[in-house]
């Protein structure tokens, strides 16, 4: 069976989260705007976000996907991207809280209790930490070290474009511990404290995320901040990136629904040679053209989310989704600014903004080339037949 009907439990969560969005989002939206042309933070201040995710939880909305028994919602994966959808219309970038990385699940009581719960708790900040100025799709070429010296390791090595970097307290850290293992045994996770002796410097980019550059200098962790265990430390990174990729592109996916409400209203409105520009075929395509994608990202979106929930390996499906939503939200952004000629193009509204940022899409958690390299190779080595989506 086929069903493409959402049940009311998730139709009620995407009705709850547009109204959020709408009420406590898009009013913001100006004021951010405002306030990265006057060259200061470019998103939520830390005290809008947590009063924000404050609000959301006296609705009990709280650690979508926190299993139930820490706290959280549990949501399956096809309801946490209706919420990165809806979440997505809104370029103002908004988390709920209650949430930890999903490797932190790995660790051990101790480290539960000083890493897992505070995470999601919000007392914490976490940020996961592979990517090197050497190292970036080649994850494997990390060259960072953890050398054991007694009951301490000591880590060198330098990490980059490291999301949230500049703000946490502590770091998932990745080095090698065996050098002739290399990622096949010999490469670590640490849970690195910033009071360990780590030091960030912000990286600014053309979006809104400002990534930072880490510095590990003979930082010093004792012998438990191991993560999992000793060489195991690729497959966590790998289960991180694998967390939900499809997630992703469900929000440009939202983002790309309310530009294009945006352009059917403006080439409604907007007059040239006598006329509205909605009764010129050269606009309708790109609406039409839009729409169709929109509607196909949709569909790849919650059959990714849908094989997580199933529990197969869904890195193809997901896979296709970040691809299919990194391309296609760009040339949509495109099209919707083009559409709204010159006023496209200004800081007036929102569409630069969102031109920008979903640029990112295109080149993190796996850049368009990779995904190209996982699909192409899952089909040549047999893993994945075409036309199997159906079995
Ligand atoms: C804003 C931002 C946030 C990020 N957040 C994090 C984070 O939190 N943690 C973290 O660890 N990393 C993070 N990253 C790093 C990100 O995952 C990498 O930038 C990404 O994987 C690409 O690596 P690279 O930049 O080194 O590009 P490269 O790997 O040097 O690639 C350069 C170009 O070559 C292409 N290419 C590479 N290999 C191949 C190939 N085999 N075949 C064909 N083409 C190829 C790439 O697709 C790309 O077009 C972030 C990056 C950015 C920009």
Not at 233 to 239: E, H, S, V
Request: negative net charge.
């Amino acid at each position: 069976m086929v069903d493409f009907s959402l049940t009311d439990e998730q139709r009620e969560i995407r009705d709850w989260v547009r109204t959020f969005v709408k009420r406590e989002l898009i009013p913001l939206e100006n004021e951010v705007l405002l306030r990265e042309r006057r060259g200061e933070e470019p998103g939520l201040t830390d005290k809008e976000r947590n009063e924000l995710q404050q609000l959301a939880k006296k609705s009990d909305f709280w650690g979508v996907q926190t299993p139930v028994e820490y706290g959280g919602m549990g949501l399956d994966a096809i309801s946490a991207a209706i919420i990165e959808t809806e979440l997505g219309r809104s370029f103002v970038s908004f988390r709920f809280g209650g949430d930890a990385d999903n490797i932190l699940y790995h660790a051990n009581e101790e480290q539960k209790r000083r890493y897992l719960l505070p995470t999601i708790a919000g007392e914490r900040k976490s940020c996961f930490a592979i990517t090197e100025p050497g190292a970036g799709s080649d994850a494997k070429a990390i060259r960072t070290t953890a050398v054991k010296d007694g009951n301490e390791w000591v880590i060198n090595g330098e990490k980059t474009f490291i999301t949230g970097g500049n703000k946490a307290d502590f770091a998932m850290v990745f080095a090698v511990t065996d050098k002739e293992l290399g990622a096949d045994g010999g490469v670590t996770c640490f849970l690195v404290d910033r009071d360990h002796g780590w030091t960030s410097e912000p990286i600014d980019t053309m979006g809104e995320s400002r990534p930072a550059s880490i510095i590990l200098d003979d930082v010093r962790v004792p012998e438990d901040a191991v993560l999992g265990e000793v060489g195991k430390g690729f497959p966590l990174a790998m289960q991180w990136i694998g967390k939900g990729r499809f997630q992703l592109p469900a929000r440009a996916l939202g983002g790309c629904e309310r530009m294009l409400d945006m352009a059917i209203e403006h080439s409604k409105n907007r007059e040239t040679f006598g006329a509205p520009i909605s009764e010129r075929q050269a606009i309708q395509w790109k609406i039409a053209d839009s729409q169709v994608e929109i509607e196909a990202l949709r569909l790849l979106v919650l059959h990714a989310a849908w094989q997580v929930d199933q529990g197969y390996d869904s890195r193809h499906a997901q896979s296709i989704a970040k691809l299919f939503g990194g391309e296609k939200a760009n040339e949509i952004v495109d099209r919707v600014m083009q559409i709204h000629g010159g006023m496209g193009y200004t800081r007036e509204l929102p569409i630069e903004r969102w031109y920008r940022d979903l640029r990112l899409l295109r080149i993190f958690e796996g850049t368009d080339e990779i995904q190209r390299r996982t699909i192409a190779r899952d089909l040549l080595k047999g893993h994945v037949r075409v036309g199997a989506t159906l079995n």
